[in-house]
């Protein structure tokens, strides 16, 4: 019996049935939004600065959260996007019901359902594209032994820098027998790999509400008051002063490698140089990306 329910509730026809009653009850919602970034950028305190929100539901990282285990073999585009269609799509509609806005933080998004998203909330759809100094970026995720296509964490929620369908292909560089075959030298292409996606998502979807910030905005209120209104949404100035400036998700006791700002800067320049080689200076950086971080795209100035 429980299969033939499971069958039945994930069947294309009652998906389909399923999502139109939800289409208008959801008539009411205004704007969905997603966050486009790396991860370890601070989306969790993005998420406490949404929940200043007037009427809104918020999450971080919610189920189902789009992870890259997917099987073996499969066509990875088609395999998220019926993901998406057949349930993700549903959790966010169900969860919008009777709330203004709809705002989640998820670093899955720009990797995996950023199109299917777009084909599905159309002109509600808002993103905000999130900058963090790549080194920082970097050195967070070795730390908390996160690291592309090698350990769990990095399979789960990171990316693979030896997969075909990459933007930025390296994978002579970053192999064992390369020349940055180091844990780090993943985790700095991984940003760059990142923020290329946003780049292209930007070319591909010119229609969608973008908006582009660094992590240090937290910490400024009137930043954050400028990227609310641009968004158009209506929140509680007192409830937004009571956040801005907090830190989450700090991830402390996860921390169990170090590696010295210095000697990663040095392995970011080198890997940078390497990828301007092959594809142009400043090729992750799009039309849409303020002009602050295109002047100097190698040395972001964010903390």
């Not at 998203?117 to 963090?132: G, M, N, S």
């Amino acid at each position: 019996m429980g299969v033939v329910k499971s069958l039945l509730k994930h069947n294309p026809l009652t998906v389909n049935a399923y999502d139109k009653l939800l289409d208008f009850r959801t008539r009411a919602t205004d704007a969905y939004v997603f966050v486009a970034t790396t991860g370890r950028s601070g989306t969790k305190s993005l998420t406490k600065i949404f929940e200043s929100a007037v009427d809104a539901a918020c999450f971080h990282e919610p189920h189902p959260i789009m992870f890259n285990d997917y099987p073996a073999g499969v066509d990875k585009e088609k395999y998220f996007r019926q993901l998406f269609f057949a349930r993700k799509r549903v959790h966010i509609k169900r969860s919008a019901i009777g709330r203004k806005y709809y705002l989640e933080t998820n670093h899955q998004f720009i990797k995996n359902f950023v199109y299917p998203a777009v084909e599905c909330f159309k002109d509600k759809i808002r993103i905000v594209h999130i900058l963090r100094d790549p080194v920082k970026v970097a050195a967070s995720f070795y730390a908390i032994n996160s690291i592309p296509c090698k350990t769990h964490q990095g399979r789960y929620y990171l990316l693979n820098p030896f997969e075909d369908d990459n933007l930025i292909k390296i994978p002579d560089l970053l192999s064992d027998d390369g020349e940055f075959s180091d844990d780090i030298s993943k985790c700095i292409w991984y940003w760059y790999e990142v923020h290329t996606r946003a780049k292209l998502a930007k070319q591909r979807c010119p229609h969608v509400q973008w908006f582009t910030m660094t992590t240090d905005d937290f910490n400024d209120k009137s930043k954050m008051v400028n990227m609310l209104e641009s968004l158009e949404i209506e929140f509680d100035y007192g409830e937004l002063e009571k956040v801005v400036g907090t830190r989450e998700n700090t991830c402390k006791e996860l921390k169990k490698n170090k590696i010295e700002l210095e000697e990663c800067t040095q392995k970011h320049d080198k890997l940078l140089e390497r990828m301007e080689n092959r594809y142009g200076k400043g090729f992750w950086i799009s039309d849409l990306v303020s002009a602050q971080f295109s002047d100097n795209s190698s040395k972001l100035s964010v903390s």
